[in-house]
């Protein structure tokens, strides 16, 4: 776009020299001319007809809802005969229902379709879409309702959705097919042939895939561990958590020394010789293959070792010095293990970020009431963090000690909100919690002793669900309606964040629950045959979460 002058009046012209229309809202006798899009700015006429024929937005005002509603009214009731008078039902009487509107360049409303939770209960991440219509005038090459159809997919899964059927007409069945829906059986809607649809959503899926599929190949070579140091390394490598503890190097500072006394107080030198000797030693020790904790041979030390996401010590440091404790302290948590201290190796690049992720990690320890034993600092370096836990129990809990049959127990935190910068990904209930609530929550595993726990992971809710199940050699089904959830979580994001205290442990009809302080706790779902884990929905349809096993490392 240039301007030009012409005579008196300046012009508004395109790059082949035309010129520009005027906006209707600018007299003809004015001195500056104003393009009628910003397209108009940036290139010329070519641009402006590749625009789209029509958008899709969603309707926020009574006259949008109004045109939506006699499109439905046109198409469903006088051009189909689907039903008489007029095709409203208690979805159009939800405040919840979203309406998604097609508007061609005029602004004009020529299609629409509509979407939201299923029945007047809590939204569980069940939601139906429903109603697509479009203008007779506006059907043909466009591709109107199949955009719309693509829109209302999309939104559904930003609303944190799990499960998104639709009832088809029959007619328009592979309309959705092409669009990637699944056919699931067929039904009457109105007197006329339907076919009910179902949208697949694999947010869990790829989330375990992305968090713990490579953990099984990737670890193979410390599985059935032939000793010597590869086995005795292999001990703090579990599932739980990912990275090691720096040796140090050029330019480290080395914070505490345990020495011999230490040394002994955490197994003596007898059990140090009885954990060389072993070299049978697999990762975390049989029967805790794959555990939050490893067993150390020999002992009754449990460790625990966990690194923190670079970009979150770069980002958010003293939030990351918190995680990096919490983390450690609930792997050992999901163990049955008391807390004896933390070693942490910190990498910064200059001593001013260095404090700031050392004061989070402080702060932390304070609150949970756990000692800080050492570790290592590097300054000069991209940001990293990784925090190793020692903690004892002569009766470790495993991750793989359930059966079929055993009930699923959810025991999780529910106050607290969204961490700022993070939300729909990790829910902070910790930071505002006292010591003495933190550690009833911490201690609840070893008080209880069920058959097996888990900590939360990375993997989210489910996923880890999959994973104890994978580590028992079971399934496992989630029932939807059950599930303990903080009313500011959506479903799809509850079951995938990492929440401050989650735990999900499994045992016999009668067992008691967690006493977890103010957690809540709930029996929400039962190991099964099989592999994988389910979604069961109110309406007794199981849908997969995740298909298959979650780390490829096996039973425990």
């Known amino acids: 776009m240039q301007r030009a002058e012409d005579g008196r009046r300046v012009t508004a012209v395109y790059l082949d020299g035309s010129a520009a229309p005027r ?13 009628v899009d910003i397209l108009a700015l ?12 029509f958008r899709i937005e969603e309707a926020r005002s009574t006259g949008e809802l109004s045109d939506y509603r006699r499109l439905r009214r046109d198409t469903f009731v006088h051009e189909q005969g689907l039903f008489a008078g007029h095709d409203l039902d208690d979805r159009d009487a939800d405040s919840r229902t979203v309406v998604l509107v097609a508007k061609d360049h005029d602004g004009t409303v020529v299609g629409g379709v509509r979407l939201g939770p299923v029945g007047d209960g809590p939204d569980i991440g069940w939601w139906q879409g429903s109603r697509l219509v479009v203008a007779r005038r506006a059907r043909g090459p466009h591709g109107i309702g199949a955009a719309l159809v693509r829109a209302a997919c999309a939104r559904a899964e930003a609303a944190g959705v799990l499960r998104f ?23 009457t809607v109105a007197g006329a042939p339907h076919t009910l649809m179902r949208w697949p959503i694999g947010r869990i899926a790829a989330q375990a895939a992305a968090t713990k ?7 193979a070579a410390f599985q059935g561990g032939a000793g010597g140091t590869g086995g005795v390394r292999a001990l703090a490598s579990g599932a739980g958590g990912a990275g090691e503890v720096p040796a140090g190097g050029a330019g480290g500072l080395r914070r505490g020394a345990a020495g011999r006394r230490g040394r002994e107080a955490v197994g003596g030198a007898a059990r140090g010789d009885a954990w060389a ?17 490893a067993t150390v041979p020999g002992t009754d030390v449990i460790a625990a070792c966990d690194a923190i996401v670079p970009s979150m010590v770069e980002r958010d440091p003293e939030w990351a010095g918190w995680c990096s404790v919490l983390v450690n302290v609930n792997d050992l948590a999901a163990m049955g ?8 190796a910190v990498g910064a690049k200059d001593a001013a970020h260095a404090a700031r992720i050392l004061a989070g990690l402080r702060r932390a320890a304070e609150a949970y009431g756990v000692l800080v034993l050492g570790g290592h600092t590097q300054l000069g370096v991209p940001a990293a963090l990784s925090v190793t836990a020692l903690g004892r129990t002569d009766r470790p809990v495993p991750g793989g000690g359930g ?21 729909g990904r990790q829910w902070d209930s910790s930071t505002h919690r006292r010591t003495d609530e933190l550690r009833a929550m911490t201690g609840a595993v070893a008080a209880a002793r069920p058959a097996a726990a888990k900590d939360v992971s990375m993997a989210g809710i489910a996923g880890t669900l999959g994973m104890l199940a994978e580590a028992s050699g079971c399934g496992a089904v989630l029932d939807m309606a059950a599930v303990p959830r903080p009313p500011a979580a959506a479903m799809g994001d509850w079951l995938t964040c990492f929440p401050g205290f989650a735990m999900l442990t499994t045992d016999g009809p009668g067992a008691v629950p967690l006493p977890a302080g103010p957690a809540t706790g709930a029996v929400c779902g039962e190991l099964t045959t099989g592999q994988g884990v ?3 929905w109110p309406d007794g349809e199981i849908t997969d979460a995740v298909a298959g096993p979650v780390t490829g490392m096996g039973t425990a």
């Open 277 to 293: 000797a072993d070299t049978r030693a697999a990762l975390g020790g049989a029967g805790f293959v794959g555990d939050d904790g």
């Open 534 to 536: 389910g979604l069961r």
């Open 337 to 344: 293990a008391s807390p004896v201290g933390l070693l942490d």
């Open 42 to 53: 940036l290139g010329d006429r070519s641009t402006l007809a590749r625009q789209p024929a």
């Open 165 to 187: 059927d639709a009832t088809v007409q029959t007619r328009n069945e592979a309309l959705f097919q092409r669009l990637g829906w699944r056919s699931v059986r067929p039904i």
């Open 23 to 35: 906006t209707a809202a600018v007299p003809a006798d004015v001195t500056a001319d104003l393009p």
């Open 403 to 423: 059966r079929s049959g055993h009930a699923v127990r959810l025991t999780a935190d529910l106050g607290g909100g969204w961490r700022e910068g993070y939300r």
């Open 213 to 219: 599929s490579a953990l099984g190949p990737l670890l």
